[in-house]
């Protein structure tokens, strides 16, 4: 997320803004009487389900969880 800026800021630079978040789709929070609001892209706030890595998944109890060695099951970088 970007800096932060005044609805003053705002106004004065209105158009750099809205393209900045237009192509780099970074969020630009908008602070006004002590409230903030984001400018965003709104393709940038969907989630495409079908776009997400596959991942397996374990059914067993609580115990069984707890019990479990995740040394060959976890990579730190997917």
């Given amino acids: 997320m970007a800096e932060p800026i005044t ?4 106004r004065k630079d209105i158009y750099n803004a809205l393209d900045r978040v237009l192509a780099t789709g970074v969020a630009q929070p ?6 903030t ?3 965003v892209r709104e393709s940038g706030k969907r989630l495409d389900f079908d776009r997400l890595p596959k991942r397996r998944i374990r059914t067993c109890s609580a115990e069984e969880l707890v ?5 060959g099951e ?3 970088n997917p």
Wanted: hydrophobic share 45%.
């Fill in 7 to 10: 609805a003053t800021q705002l």
């Fill in 67 to 71: 019990n479990t060695s995740w040394e």
């Fill in 37 to 39: 609001l984001l400018i």
């Fill in 74 to 76: 976890w990579n730190p």
């Fill in 30 to 35: 908008v602070v006004r009487n002590g409230q």
